[in-house]
């Protein structure tokens, strides 16, 4: 059954978008994506919240149910295109953006979240990179979101170990802004605030920050070519077959490098 991407506004001049999966753990298929996408183009609002259903946010990418015969295809299909959409309108939205972290944010639910300019999580979430785990090269542009965020050290933390983090740990990290038991109410109350500022304030000092961080560290076309491919080519590897149906049945991956 396919996620869905509901859509309210819970005050004045606040849109909400609340992303559910109950049976997959909030996992991001292409509904889910291609509706966030969608809805930020073009969207009239003071501020967006954009949130989980229930005691989770996002488990990530949906690769679980994807048929033996079309897997790296259809893996690829997803990872590369929905949601690079998703997160390419999540950028490029002038408007303030609050993740409501309701609980776990993992995999591509963490980016999501990264993608969102402040964040509100509760207290018994976790948040993790499994790409170590499932045999995945992440992609150059996401590596360099989580640098920007918490650093080279910190990033290789999350994405070598493949560890979860607590909420506390994630709060000094920087990975999130607050930590609240209501985590909606808290987050409502920020999206209000943010929207009683001066949105030419808002608009331009978020797009400043997205030009100054979008100009450091240009890849040579050469090599961001090579890293391209170097990601292609994980998708019909064996290791990330094993590493999704290993995660899907809860148990340890049995890597063998091919």
């Not at 090599?223 to 149906?245: K, M, N, P």
Request: proline share 5%.
């Amino acid at each position: 059954m396919a996620g869905t991407l509901t859509r309210d506004e819970p005050a004045d001049g606040i849109v909400r978008f609340t992303i559910s999966n109950p049976g997959k753990r909030g996992a991001l298929d292409h509904p889910i994506l291609d509706a966030l996408a969608s809805y930020l183009d073009g969207l009239d609002a003071a501020c967006v919240i954009i949130s989980g259903d229930g005691e989770i946010f996002s488990a990530g990418y949906d690769i679980g149910d994807i048929p033996e015969e079309v897997f790296a295809e259809e893996a690829e299909r997803l990872i590369a295109h929905p949601f690079a959409a998703a997160l390419e309108g999540l950028d490029r939205c002038d408007i303030p953006i609050v993740g409501a972290l309701t609980g776990h944010a993992i995999g591509g639910g963490l980016e999501v979240a990264l993608a969102c300019d402040l964040r509100v999580t509760s207290p018994a979430a976790k948040f993790g990179m499994p790409p170590a785990k499932l045999g995945l090269v992440y992609s150059h542009t996401g590596l360099s979101r989580f640098i920007d965020a918490v650093g080279v050290p910190r990033t290789r933390e999350l994405f070598l170990l493949g560890r979860r983090i607590d909420a506390q740990t994630a709060l000094q990290w920087g990975l999130v802004n607050e930590i609240s038991e209501t985590v909606e109410e808290t987050a409502l109350a920020m999206a209000q605030e943010l929207a009683e500022n001066a949105p030419l304030s808002l608009r331009g000092n978020k797009r400043i920050l997205r030009e100054l961080a979008n100009a450091t560290g240009v890849l040579d076309p050469k090599v961001e070519a090579e890293l391209i491919e170097l990601r292609r080519q994980c998708f019909s590897s064996a290791d990330f077959r094993e590493g999704v149906e290993a995660f899907a049945e809860r148990r340890s991956a049995r890597f063998t490098g091919n």
